[in-house]
């Protein structure tokens, strides 16, 4: 089963969110539906900018809590190394 690592942002350059899931397209949903109350809700945070995937659960949530930790300096060249402009990758996780 794969797990993956992913961020969301609010806008290009905005507010950013990493998580953890078994299952990216149905967690994606969720936060840009408002599913849940909490972080992403209250700054608008929907947009997915990048994730990586991995076949076993421990170093997903150990990449996880890495990410969190990590400056915002350091995401941004993360995120601009797989997409300069910041485009919503979900879209393209459905086809």
Known sequence: ?????Y???????????SGVTN???????EHRTDAVAGFTKRYDVHSLV??????NVGSAI??????????RAWK???IEGAHPDWHDLNPGLAV
């Open 23 to 29: 299952d990216l397209i149905r967690r994606v949903y």
């Open 7 to 17: 961020i969301l942002a609010s806008k290009p350059q905005g507010t950013l969110y």
């Open 76 to 78: 941004c060249p993360l």
């Open 50 to 55: 990048y994730f990586e995937s991995t076949e």
């Open 1 to 5: 089963m794969p797990y993956d690592v």
């Open 62 to 71: 150990h990449r996880e809590k890495r990410l969190k930790k990590y400056p």
